[in-house]
């Protein structure tokens, strides 16, 4: 990505002029201007993955993915109406039921995108019927735990650990609603593994996958990230 | 042969003869992955650590391919493995009936292996052999045809007496043409080498210029201009240029390709050869669906005998520096790989998942490099255009839709088969041809294609009005349209890739409603969701199959709204189950079963 915004380049989100750099898309150039827009798979550290489809908006009428359509000069983006966030409620209310959500005893809580994001698009209920799948938990490894039932297959752990750590723990498995998360090792197991609690995988998890063991509650909920501040006034990046 | 259940270790040396066939490349996974379960029947997990180690993967990058395949097996399954085509026009032929009476013969459950691991019996999505079957794949190799109560008994003997399926009644394997309507492309095969001679003549520019003139437009259902696209490829810088050859024809209901690659393939490996002269490739690749298995020899004999006749390899037709030669890649069932930037993931030996567009594939394809891809249709219709001229087939059909189109008709009509005719020619006009009577609804295009009733058949089958794959399903009056499209969502959600959220998890609640709604267990809540998942889908999903996963069920609900209505229990909210049944365990238990054992007013 190039810094050289060209004052001549914009595009209009939700009717306000927006520049952009060559190259950027609609998500990246809207992020960069502090505006946000619901995303789950994205991260501004890796490519484009475009499987969540919470970033979708209108744009020039015709519904797009934010973080992989390109921004071009002219457009207009539709983000922030009812019909978009009704239309991401919905597609957050699929996540919630595809797979096994906790909330209130999860230690992510507070700290978790998907919760937030739900918090954010007004989300009140599952509206759709539970899928209530069977997805044991891998308490393998001695410092980090996989709990697969909050899993919605981001890739960002597969993407963090093969492009940040050179390790490629992680790979996706199955199609269909049987698509899931692969660990690489004989056993599948993630103790197994080369993982380490250092690794940028083992901090890229939006939901509460991955998580470092004896640590779920130092923060109490409510004093967490998300506790504080919703994720609409948050940047991109703040720590979690 | 039917493969044996050798361990994976007892087969090691098979597994390094594959592996030395290959070179140590990571983008040869899936057909290695394809060949090894044909010799050992499954893929087991010390052989999927081997390949991994000897192509520099990792096992779960492996085991993230083979578990992408619907025709791969990471568990063992049946000496015999029995795929039912489950296209809607197989269920119409009875092809439930069979499958039933076929479990029933074996003692085995549809979906398991039988306990002593002889056989297992399932579905599968449509084989394209809609106008003779019902049909079946066995051993991912074989395909038997025409399926009665008689074949399936004697099937079951054989089985049971281990009979090697190449041994079984030579007639069950007919595949038969069916061509009912020829025209242009179905006609008298060009002489081998003709439409070639004619563009070397004319040179890569004239070429190009005759398939523009031609106004041809793309036969895989998007529609996109061909001249357009080859220039556009053409243009992309890159060191070196692909053409691929899309027979990944998985739409259900649709079978022409199938009988291109029998009857016609020469015209399209010739247009496939017109294209790398005009793009100048060195490299094609023919993905073959994984159904299609059975065409593979006959295709490399093709290809074989045209190197001979110097119409593929090195100096084509003794021109210095045309070099050119074709691959063919068999796929391994998987529906979305028909779609182009999928169909280049699994040419790459990766997971059939749709790419993010742009760059579309003319500009960064097959390995990054500049790639042409078109449908088998489009390669013959290119052949014919480079021999005869683009005049001449923009003389045919309309403006917008010149040419010819094949139509593969099936269901509820006389004369099964393949029909061609000028773009433009209205719906009545194939029906009466095929002897359809009292026709309730058309499929065109397949599921994700459109449904048209009784008062949209004198509309016209062209880009500009009712455009299509290929695929035409005729239901007479005494089918159920629900029934129909429900058949359908199964498809999708069996289909979907699952990589984005509104497909993976809007197509399985889609079976979910339409599953509840026959089950006698709906409301008009229901309806109001499924419309919610329709408008969903239709706007929100990666690619083309979850967008158009809603299609059989809006049309249906539009136009055959009573199928849907008489299924409703109330307009007011309806649970998904039935109380009282679930009680009927606790009956059991307790030996029960008088009226206070019932909930009140079902008993």
């Known amino acids: 990505m190039t810094d050289d915004v060209s004052p001549t380049q914009s595009f209009s989100l939700d009717g306000d002029d927006l520049p952009f750099a060559s190259g950027e898309t609609i998500l990246q150039a809207a992020t960069r201007a502090g505006r946000y827009i619901p995303h789950l798979c994205w991260h501004p550290d890796f490519a484009a993955h475009g499987s969540c489809r919470i970033c979708s908006v209108k744009v020039n009428g015709r519904v797009g993915a934010a973080c992989t359509v390109q921004a071009a000069a002219g457009l207009e983006v539709e983000s922030n109406t009812p019909e978009m966030n009704r239309q991401r409620k919905t597609l957050l209310q699929m996540l919630f039921v595809e797979g096994n959500h906790f909330c209130p005893s999860c230690e992510k809580s507070g700290n978790c995108l998907l919760q937030a994001t739900a918090y954010q698009m007004g989300m009140e209920g599952p509206h759709f019927e539970e899928f209530y799948p069977n997805r044991p938990v891998d308490a393998s490894h001695p410092d980090i735990l996989l709990d697969f039932n909050r899993c919605i297959l981001c890739e960002l752990c597969v993407r963090a650990s093969r492009e940040a750590d050179g390790k490629n723990i992680f790979a996706i498995g199955g199609h269909g609603m049987g698509t899931h998360l692969l660990v690489n090792s004989a056993s599948g197991q993630l103790g197994d593994t080369a993982m380490s609690l250092d690794d940028r995988a083992a901090h890229i998890c939006p939901v509460g996958v991955i998580l470092p063991k004896r640590r779920g509650f130092v923060i109490p909920i409510g004093q967490r990230r998300f506790d504080l501040k919703p994720v609409s006034q948050q940047r991109e990046g703040d720590a979690t | ?603």
């Not at chain 2, 999505?125 to 038997?144: E, K, M």
């Open chain 2, 1 to 603: 042969m039917c493969p044996n259940r050798q361990s994976s270790l007892a087969a090691a040396p098979e597994l390094q003869r594959l592996l030395a066939r290959y070179p140590p490349d990571p983008h040869a996974l899936l057909q290695i992955l394809r060949e090894l379960q044909a010799l050992q029947g499954w893929l087991a997990p010390d052989a999927l650590g081997q390949v991994a180690s000897e192509l520099g993967l990792t096992l779960a990058q492996v085991q993230g391919v083979a578990g992408f395949y619907r025709f791969l097996h990471t568990r063992p399954v049946g000496a015999y493995r029995v795929l039912f085509s489950d296209n809607v026009t197989d269920r119409l032929l009875g092809s439930e009936a069979l499958l039933a009476d076929l479990c029933q013969r074996l003692g085995v459950v549809p979906g398991q292996l039988s306990f002593d691991g002889l056989v297992s019996v399932e579905r599968t999505s449509c084989t394209g052999l809609c106008d003779q079957g019902p049909a079946l794949l066995i051993n991912h190799h074989q395909v038997l045809t025409r399926l009665d109560p008689a074949r399936v008994a004697h099937m079951a003997e054989l089985i049971r007496a281990r009979v090697p399926v190449p041994q079984w009644p030579a007639a069950w394997f007919e595949v038969q043409d069916n061509i009912r309507r020829a025209d242009v492309l179905l006609g008298a095969p060009c002489a081998p080498g003709a439409a070639l001679t004619q563009s070397l003549a004319r040179g890569a520019d004239a070429t190009l210029a005759e398939i523009k003139r031609s106004n041809l437009r793309g036969r895989g259902g998007a529609g996109f201009a061909t001249g357009l696209k080859w220039e556009l490829c053409r243009q992309a810088p890159g060191t070196e240029h692909i053409v691929v050859c899309n027979a990944d024809e998985g739409e259900p209901g649709t079978f022409k390709d199938r009988v291109l690659l029998s009857r016609q393939a020469d015209a399209v490996f010739e247009g496939m050869t017109v294209a790398a002269h005009v793009l100048g490739a060195r490299r094609g690749f023919l993905y073959l669906r994984g159904e299609y298995r059975f065409l593979l020899e006959p295709l490399q004999a093709v290809l074989q005998r045209r190197r001979a006749e110097q119409l593929l390899g090195t100096h084509i037709l003794g021109q210095a520096g045309f070099d050119f030669d074709i691959a063919i890649h068999v796929g391994a069932g998987a529906y979305v790989c028909g779609e182009e930037s999928a169909l280049i993931e699994s040419l790459e030996g990766k997971r059939g998942t749709p790419r993010i567009r742009p760059p579309f594939p003319a500009e960064h394809g097959y390995l990054g490099h500049p790639t042409l891809v078109n449908n088998v249709e489009t390669f013959c219709a290119v052949a014919h255009i480079a021999q005869h001229g683009g005049a001449l087939w923009a003389g045919i059909g309309t403006p917008k839709s010149t040419g010819t189109k094949i139509h593969s008709v099936s269901g509820d009509c006389a004369r099964p088969g393949l029909y061609e005719y000028p773009l433009g020619t209205p719906v009545s006009r194939l029906l009466a041809d095929c002897g359809a009577r009292d026709t309730q609804a058309v499929q065109v295009g397949g599921p994700s294609g459109v449904c048209l009733a009784a008062d949209e058949f004198e509309r016209r089958i062209a880009f500009e009005d009712v455009p299509t794959a290929g695929a035409f399903m005729v239901f007479d009056r005494s089918r159920d349209m629900f029934e129909v499209a429900r058949g359908f969502a199964h498809f999708f959600a069996h289909e979907s890739c699952g990589f984005c959220t509104p497909c993976r998890v809007g197509t399985a609640l889609l079976v979910k409603r339409m599953d509840k709604l026959a089950g006698g267990h709906g409301s008009r809540d229901d309806l109001d969701v499924l419309f919610e998942l329709d408008r969903l889908l239709h706007s929100t999903t990666h690619c083309g199959l979850g967008a158009s996963a809603c299609n059989p069920l809006r049309d249906t609900v539009l136009k055959f709204r009573p199928a849907y209505e008489q299924r409703l229990q109330s307009l007011d909210f309806e649970p998904g189950f039935d109380l009282d049944a679930e009680l009927s365990i606790a009956r059991r238990m307790t030996g029960r079963d008088d009226a206070a054992a019932h909930l009140e007013n079902r008993t």
